[in-house]
C-alpha cells in the first residue's frame, strides 16, 4: 500500500466488501502479534477501522460489481477485541503453566534482560502491570507471559488486561471508521513532516550504532 490518498483508498476498496476474510486477517495479524512478532497490533486495528469506513461509504466509494456485504465496524470492533483478549491470555496462561521451563530455552535467554525488566515492573505494580503491558507496544509478550510466570492472579489478569483491551481496541476502529474522510484529508498536510520526521529519526538511528560501534573498537 503506498502513502498517497488514492493508493490508500484503492487498498481499503480491496476488502471493503470481504468481510470474512477482513475478519480472518484480523485474528491471526492479533495473534501473531500477541506473540511477539513484528506485526504493529495498532496498524492492524487502523487498518481495519479504515476498511470500514470505505464499505459505509458507497456513496464516495461505490462497490465494485456484484459485491456482497461491507465490513460491519461494530463486529470487526469485536472480532479485534476477542482476538486480541484471547491472545493475550493465552501468552499469559503458556507463562503460568511452563514459564520457567521455557526462560532455559535459546528464544527466552537470548532476551532475558526484557524479561528481567518487565518482572520488575510485575512485582512493583502487581495486577496493574498487566494493563501496563496492553498499552505499551513491544513488551506485550513479555509482559504478559511474565505475570503468568511470576503467579499473578487468573483473575486479576482477565479484569485488568480486559479492561485495557476493552477501552483500546474497539475505540481504535470505530474512530478510523467515524472519522476517515477527516483523517484522508489531513495526509497530504503531514506526509511532508512525516518524511522528514523518518529521515531524522534514521540519522539518529545510524549514528547511534557507529558511536556504539566505535566505543566497543576502542574498548576492544
Known amino acids: 500500500m503506498g502513502f498517497s490518498e488514492d493508493q490508500i483508498i484503492l487498498w481499503a476498496q480491496q476488502f471493503a466488501y470481504q468481510p470474512y476474510w477482513v475478519y480472518g486477517a484480523v485474528v491471526a495479524f492479533m495473534v501473531a502479534s500477541s506473540f511477539g512478532l513484528p506485526l504493529p497490533e495498532e496498524l492492524t486495528l487502523l487498518g481495519t477501522g479504515f476498511v470500514c469506513f470505505v464499505g459505509s461509504r458507497p456513496d464516495l466509494y461505490p462497490p465494485p460489481m456484484g459485491a456482497g456485504d461491507p465490513v460491519q465496524v461494530e463486529v470487526a470492533a469485536l472480532v479485534a477485541f476477542a482476538a486480541v483478549f484471547l491472545s493475550d491470555f493465552l501468552v499469559f496462561t503458556l507463562g503460568r503453566f511452563f514459564g520457567t521451563k521455557l526462560m532455559t530455552t535459546k528464544f527466552f535467554s537470548k532476551n532475558q534482560a526484557t524479561f528481567d525488566k518487565v518482572s520488575l515492573w510485575v512485582k512493583k505494580y502487581g495486577m496493574w502491570a498487566a494493563g501496563i ?52 484529508e489531513h495526509i497530504r498536510e503531514v506526509k511532508g513532516w512525516l518524511l522528514v520526521v523518518i529521515g531524522i529519526g534514521l540519522v539518529l538511528y545510524l549514528g547511534y550504532k557507529f558511536y556504539r560501534k566505535r566505543n566497543k573498537t576502542v574498548s576492544a
Open 133 to 184: 503491558f496492553r498499552f505499551t507496544p513491544g513488551l506485550r509478550f513479555p509482559g504478559h507471559f511474565s505475570c503468568g510466570m511470576l503467579g499473578l492472579k487468573q483473575s486479576q489478569f482477565i479484569l485488568v488486561d480486559g479492561l485495557a483491551a476493552m477501552v483500546s481496541v474497539p475505540t481504535q476502529v470505530f474512530l478510523i471508521a467515524i472519522y476517515g474522510q477527516e483523517i484522508l
